[in-house]
């Protein structure tokens, strides 16, 4: 059973930049694809962006195109999400999650490994 860590949230001006990241423990994750979600208080839980095993394929909610990136370091079993122009909106806790499959998308289902989030603040 793997282990899933994040770090890196905290509170950041709107226009700010954080970078979060994920470590896993316990195997390597290394031909698993990865996502991250998201959720603010009182909302349910959102999908972010999500890379397959390999790295070759990504996929971004529209509120974050362009404005997020997803990236991993199988070396490190380390998986990264790099927030950039963050809005008051962005605000939630921050979850990476674990999956199976070949197909990557943006269904809570495909994944089946979570960690226990970090907080993303970003003040107006």
């Known amino acids: 059973q793997v282990q899933l860590v994040e770090s890196g949230g905290g509170l950041v001006q709107a226009g700010g930049s954080l970078r979060l990241s994920c470590t896993a423990s316990?195997?390597?994750?290394?031909?698993?694809?990865i996502g991250w979600f998201r959720q603010a208080s009182g909302q349910e839980r959102e999908f972010v962006a999500a890379?397959?095993?390999?790295?070759?394929?990504?996929y971004y909610a529209d509120s974050v195109k362009d404005r997020f990136i997803i990236s991993r370091n199988n070396a490190k079993n380390t998986v990264y999400l790099q927030m950039n122009s963050l809005k008051p909106e962005d605000t939630a806790v921050y979850y990476c999650?674990?999956?199976?499959?070949?197909?990557?998308?943006?269904?809570?289902?495909?994944?089946?490994?979570w960690g226990q989030g970090t907080q993303v603040t970003v003040s107006s």
């Open positions: 999650a674990e999956g199976n499959g070949m197909v990557v998308g943006s269904s809570e289902a495909d994944f089946g490994s």
């Open positions: 316990g195997r390597t994750f290394n031909f698993y694809k």
């Open positions: 890379m397959s095993w390999s790295g070759s394929t990504t």
